[in-house]
């Protein structure tokens, strides 16, 4: 049981470049999210899901679009890299059935750094 | 969305107890509270979740007053493993059955040998 795995672990973009960041969760978990964290910054939530092609935006989701074609993934998009996007990026997922979906669990990470 | 606020950074010794509160004035009726853990490199990792009163684990208390306008974890007898950031959590439902959910900036705590 690996939880949520990111890829990749680490990505250097040219301005403008485009680029896929992969999620992939294996507790059967209904709702997914992908968050971006900056040099001492909590969490910005860009785009969440709650269910399989279901998608919405969240608190930052500028530049940056998903998909959810399976329900174990969840792709975060950039389209047209900016230096604005270096940043971390976190996936997470989460259970509805539970008392809470607030319970999520978080991939390792991914550092994008963007020239 | 419901705003929180925390402490940026606390201080404490090994062996104290560390309680650390976040304000979340517009809670909504059917909200929880959650607090998670990052470590360095690493990803936010879940410690405690409570919806009133006191809720307690092996790793934490979590004190919400009845007014559920704020909260307080309390970490008992800190090592230097304890050393992270605390993130309080509150869920707003979007009236859709799902969530958008607000993480505080955090707060750095420092644990000193």
């Known amino acids: 049981n690996a939880g949520v795995t990111q890829t990749p672990k680490f990505r250097v973009l040219k301005t403008g470049q485009s680029m896929t960041l992969l999620c992939a969760q294996d507790?059967?978990?209904?709702?997914m999210y992908w968050y971006r964290q900056d040099p001492g910054m909590g969490l910005r939530l860009i785009h969440y899901?709650?269910?399989?092609?279901?998608?919405a935006k969240g608190e930052v989701p500028d530049g940056y679009n998903v998909s959810r074609l399976k329900k174990q993934n969840f792709l975060l998009g950039l389209e047209s890299a900016a230096p604005s996007q270096t940043s971390v990026y976190f996936c997470?997922?989460?259970?509805?059935?539970?008392?809470?979906?607030?319970?999520?669990?978080f991939g390792p990470g991914t550092r994008l750094l963007v020239l | 969305l419901a705003k929180t606020t925390q402490p940026i950074s606390m201080d404490s010794y090994e062996g104290q107890e560390v309680n650390i509160t976040c304000s979340h004035n517009n809670i909504a009726t059917n909200d929880y509270i959650t607090w998670y853990q990052q470590f360095p490199s690493q990803g936010p990792r879940f410690i405690i979740q409570?919806?009133?009163t006191k809720v307690t684990n092996e790793v934490a208390s979590l004190f919400i007053p009845a007014d559920r306008k704020s909260s307080t974890l309390s970490l008992p007898r800190v090592s230097l493993s304890d050393t992270a950031v605390y993130y309080c959590?509150?869920?707003?439902?979007?009236?859709?059955?799902?969530?958008?959910?607000?993480f505080g900036k955090g707060t750095k705590l420092s644990v000193i040998p």
């Open positions: 899901s709650v269910g399989e092609g279901t998608t």
């Open positions: 959590l509150v869920g707003v439902s979007s009236g859709a059955g799902s969530y958008q959910l607000t």
């Open positions: 507790m059967n978990h209904e709702y």
């Open positions: 997470a997922s989460s259970d509805p059935s539970s008392v809470s979906s607030e319970t999520q669990y």
């Open positions: 409570g919806y009133k």
